[in-house]
């Protein structure tokens, strides 16, 4: 009866503390790392949220943007500027626009639109010359990668700022 018992007892199991102590480094190195993807997932290094708004300007143009995106899904686009008096307002936006983006939804809608090389072009006939206008552009990246995208409006010094899409 007594070799019964022993027969059913498991034999020992040989711990080596160096293997122990890899498994709990990288268990809370592992946890760490998980937190702070999580963290930054929400705050928005990898799409919308509080890292991935930028703004970039002058005195006369102010580009709100998205710096983080992801192919595939929209990024918002909002160009404000100062118009210089004139019926007629021309915002070029140049760099890797064309390349990088589809623009899904434009308002208010152009009086004409067109490409000239590398840039898209929008003009607009304005009821209030003198003023601030704003434009709102819905964006969807084409492909993965960083790009420049360059905002003249109305040949003045173009506002340069930079874009980060995920795959």
């Not at 918002?76 to 019926?87: L, N």
């Not at 004409?112 to 090389?117: E, H, K, N, T």
């Not at 990668?145 to 930079?162: D, H, L, M, W």
Request: net charge positive.
């Amino acid at each position: 009866m007594n070799q019964n018992k022993e027969a059913d007892r498991p034999e020992r199991v040989h711990e080596d503390q160096r293997w122990i102590n890899f498994e709990d480094r990288l268990k809370r190195w592992g946890t760490g790392f998980l937190i702070i993807f999580v963290l930054s997932g929400m705050a928005g290094v990898f799409s919308k949220g509080y890292f991935s708004e930028g703004r970039a300007g002058d005195g006369t143009t102010q580009v709100i943007y998205e710096r983080f995106g992801r192919v595939l899904s929209g990024m918002d686009m909002k160009i404000t500027y100062m118009s210089s008096g004139t019926e007629m307002s021309r915002i070029s936006l140049g760099g890797d626009f064309m390349e990088n983006y589809e623009v899904l939804t434009l308002h208010p809608q152009p009086f004409r639109a067109f490409s000239d090389g590398r840039k898209l072009i929008l003009e607009y006939h304005l009821l209030i010359p003198a003023g601030q206008q704003t434009i709102w552009l819905g964006l969807q990246p084409r492909k993965a990668g960083a790009g420049r995208t360059f905002v003249t409006v109305n040949e003045n010094k173009p506002v340069s700022f930079f874009q980060l899409v995920y795959p």
